[in-house]
């Protein structure tokens, strides 16, 4: 197969980008944005500590791909792809930038967001722009999930939770793989259901899973 087509299908199948609408109505995103510039700019003072333990993107390292010493991540200036495998665009200020994986890894946009600017529903939530793509996935325990919730008198039981495993690009709404994690009726017992398997998989209760949906039953 052609390296050229290789390189064009990679580079043109999953590039980040986070569109932002009703420009007028800035103060929400201003926020948004000084934030992202605000992470960028603490990042690179303390680069030279971090750098010792950074990871390459490994199409970099091997060197069969083309590189563009102007693409380089804005937060540690290392030259990076402009490829999901090594980087992913983030918004700000200044623009929209370019981030490394490693830095883009470290950063909880959302859920900090959505605490500063009390966001209380989900209109609010889409109203404000907020991007769900870079919100930071929930890790939950087992044990720690309700068996049984009340709402309005009426009890509902703990069924599964469903589960989704990123990508490269590490976001939420990209490539991905979906699992469930299911729990026996009248048992503390659970199991994991993944199309990959052959068969269900046992899972200790002490287990810490991602979490996308907690499915209760009346």
């Known amino acids: 197969m052609d390296s050229d087509y290789i390189v064009d299908s990679l580079d043109t199948g999953s590039l980040e980008h986070l569109n932002y609408k009703n420009k007028n109505k800035t103060s929400v995103k201003d926020d948004y944005e000084k934030k992202v510039d605000g992470y960028i700019e603490s990042i690179s003072t303390n680069f030279n500590t971090i750098n010792k333990i950074k990871k390459k993107c490994p199409l970099y390292a091997v060197g069969n791909f083309p590189t563009d010493e102007s693409q380089k991540c804005a937060a540690c200036d290392t030259p990076v792809h402009t490829l999901s495998t090594c980087s992913v665009y983030r918004p700000g200020q200044s623009g929209t930038t370019l981030v490394c994986l490693t830095c883009s890894h470290d950063v909880l946009f959302a859920d900090d967001l959505t605490k500063e600017n009390k966001c ?16 930071q996935q929930v ?8 068996l049984v919730i009340t709402i309005s008198n009426v009890k509902y039981e703990l069924k599964g939770i469903c589960s989704h495993s990123h990508g490269m690009s ?3 709404q990209r490539i991905g793989h979906y699992q469930s994690y299911c729990k026996r009726t009248y048992t503390t017992n659970w199991e994991l259901y993944d199309d990959l398997k052959s068969k269900p998989m046992p899972v200790k209760a002490n287990t810490r899973v991602p979490c996308e949906f907690l499915v209760y039953t009346i």
């Open 170 to 172: 590490r976001l939420r």
């Open 120 to 135: 209380i529903n989900l209109e609010d939530a889409v109203d404000k722009n907020y991007g769900t793509d870079v919100e």
């Open 139 to 146: 890790q939950v325990c087992l044990d720690d999930v309700p």
